[in-house]
């Protein structure tokens, strides 16, 4: 009823209703440009929003819309397009970006992208400190327009529409339809089975493959039990010596492969990505706030439980909960420097371990980061000095 769609169909074929008229109807509609697409949106939201007087129960215009269709809508209302996480991820993008303007073959697209990203990649480990500085001042301009357009966008989108936004916000990006291209056969090398790739990847499989004459050689099971246990005994240091020659073995395999590959933290336990990513010069986390860090500070000195911590910190002296106060903040830019040198060392797919480490700590917590919605604060002079992610924050009572 409120699909854009549909009134492309009608306005397509006003009298034909059958199988053919829809395929047709259905492959222009995903190849239209978002100019022409976005026109059949807007008559879409206008027919929604004179119904939903009559019918208040009427589930939310984004129910009625595609991730990409909601996509154009959003852009619509001013929504910019979002920036990349750091100024490592922003220069591989703005080099894709240039790489796909010039292009001349769409069906190359794929290829383009991948050798336009590792060309960046390339040329930002070459970069000197000083070409690096300016471009992470680029980055940080770049930020401030995005934080100055998210502001427009937050009081110009109407009220209305904010809850089809936080829907927005949840979706993850709809792929581009593409035509299908026959490629000629290719002799590619035999790809080998998950359960030797997994033994490639695995650091104690690693380890069992060199020292595999330490153990019983007439029972496999019995050696890798004994394998096991010798492995876990290993200290930090000699463990990490397995997980980099299991990336080792895991880049060297994937470099030249078009095969879908899983991310190399996969096949690795909490503890050897802790020792992987801390060998690129991951920093130790401080909290961000004062109450957690003397919370870690007091479980540290051997303090048991949260109430014998919390009971200590109100009885802290004035002057103490000051000196330590004016550590934590200390203690807390100087692990963002840190932690900020580390992101923009890491190598990429390294990049994806690290994120998707962290993504999945914060559905463990239940603290996911998305971006939430523009609410009546908004309307508030006193806003306008605020980034875009203090501007906008759930506002779990709407």
Known sequence: MFKPFDLFYEKKFPNEENAESLEEATKEWNTLENKKKLKFIKKAEKKYDSSLEENPDTPPFHTFLSSRE????????????????????????????????????????????????????????????????????????????????????????????????????????????????????????????????????????????????????????????????????????????????????????????????????????????????????????????????????????????MKEVFDSLKKLPADDKEKLQKEHTSKYQEYLIKNKQFLDSLPLSRLEDYNFSKSKQARKSGNSTTMGSPSKKLKKSKDNGKSADEILSLDESD
Request: glycine letters at 2%; aromatic letters at 12%; proline letters at 5%.
């Open 70 to 305: 909601l996509d154009i809508l959003m852009k619509s209302y001013g929504l910019p397009d979002k920036l990349p996480a750091n100024s490592k991820l922003y220069y591989i993008k703005k080099k894709q970006d240039e790489a796909q303007n010039n292009i001349q073959d769409d069906q190359r697209l794929d290829e383009v992208l991948k050798n336009s990203r590792i060309e960046a990649e390339n040329e930002f480990k070459n970069f000197t400190e000083a070409e690096k500085n300016a471009l992470l001042d680029e980055y940080h301009l770049k930020t401030e327009e995005f934080n100055d357009k998210f502001f427009v966008f937050a009081r110009s989108i109407p009220e209305n529409r904010i809850v089809d936004y936080k829907e927005f916000t949840k979706r993850k990006p709809e792929p581009i339809p593409k035509e299908k291209v026959v490629k000629p056969p290719q002799i590619t090398k035999k790809r080998e089975n998950a359960k030797e790739l997994h033994k490639k990847f695995t650091p104690f499989d690693v380890f069992l493959e060199k020292h595999r004459e330490d153990f019983d050689s007439t029972d496999n099971l019995k050696a890798r039990n004994e394998a096991r246990s010798k492995f876990k005994d290993l200290n930090d240091k000699k463990r990490l010596k397995y997980v980099k020659k299991a990336e080792t073995n895991y880049d060297e395999y994937y470099k030249n492969s078009n095969e879908e590959r899983p991310l190399f933290s996969t096949y690795l336990n909490k503890n050897e990505l802790k020792l992987l990513l801390e060998s690129y010069g991951m920093p130790d986390s401080v909290p961000n706030s004062f109450t957690a860090y003397y919370y870690r500070l007091k479980t540290q000195e051997g303090m048991m439980g």
